[in-house]
């Protein structure tokens, strides 16, 4: 089944400079990826997704990239502010039907005022 | 418009006591999960559902059960408690296995 390693677990950035989360995937048959922020005490809820057909998306302040080949994709977040605080998962889903979702480890990510 | 509501939100079992958690969602979604989250292990799936009637199993199935009987409700049961049990529940809902999953409240399970 699909496998997906996470990096950092934890991410401290000052406010204003920009955070990256990395993920790795071993199914290469996976085309669907998208990244929950979960607030403390909260439900995840998701924030942007990727298609496989697709290198990279953009949302706002938030972007992930995806490199098919290398099978990682990650989560960019510029001028960070407090409220990006939170813990943040990838995930990935192979093509198929009835295939599951598998998740990351999550990053919990704290961004200094 | 209430989305994916879970009960109950907190519980407090003995060991060997059995229970039963509610999802209900009001998307006519035909996926639906249940998870497990503790601490440094992210989400892990207990058992999922691809549509009314049917069940599979996720990472870590072991001691618990699931039923799909009517297409918006998961219910997720535990037979005999154990204190490894303990952790924050989410069922979560979607269109696909390619689309947005969209999660309920969670609830928080302490086995004793």
């Known amino acids: 089944g699909e496998n997906v390693e996470q990096h950092p677990s934890t991410l401290s950035v000052q406010e204003g400079d920009s955070a990256v989360i990395k993920c790795t995937y071993s199914d290469s048959a996976s085309n669907y990826f998208p990244w929950y922020k979960q607030e403390l005490g909260k439900r995840p809820q998701l924030i942007i997704d990727?298609?496989?057909?697709?290198g990279e998306k953009k949302d706002q302040r938030i972007a992930v990239t995806l490199n098919k080949t290398a099978k990682h994709f990650s989560l960019h977040i510029t001028e960070t502010q407090p409220e990006d605080s939170a813990v943040y998962f990838c995930?990935?889903?192979?093509?198929?039907?009835?295939?599951?979702?598998?998740f990351g480890t999550g990053t919990k990510l704290q961004v200094i005022p | 418009n209430a989305g994916v509501t879970q009960t109950p939100k907190f519980r407090v079992l003995k060991t060997g006591q059995s229970m039963t958690l509610l999802c209900a969602q009001d998307?006519?979604?035909?996926?639906m999960y249940w998870y497990r989250q503790d601490p440094g292990m992210g989400l892990r799936l207990i058992h999922y559902s691809v549509g009314e009637g049917t069940t599979a199993k996720g990472e870590v199935p072991d001691g618990y059960n699931v039923s799909r009987l009517k297409k918006q409700n998961f219910l997720l049961g535990l037979e005999s408690a154990a204190p490894s049990q303990t952790s924050v529940y989410f069922c979560?809902?979607?269109?696909?296995?390619?689309?947005?999953?969209?999660f309920g409240q969670g609830t928080r399970l302490t086995v004793v």
């Open positions: 979560a809902s979607s269109y696909s296995q390619h689309t947005e999953a969209f």
């Open positions: 995930a990935a889903t192979p093509s198929g039907g009835y295939q599951k979702v598998t």
């Open positions: 990727i298609r496989s057909n697709v």
């Open positions: 998307m006519n979604h035909e996926y």
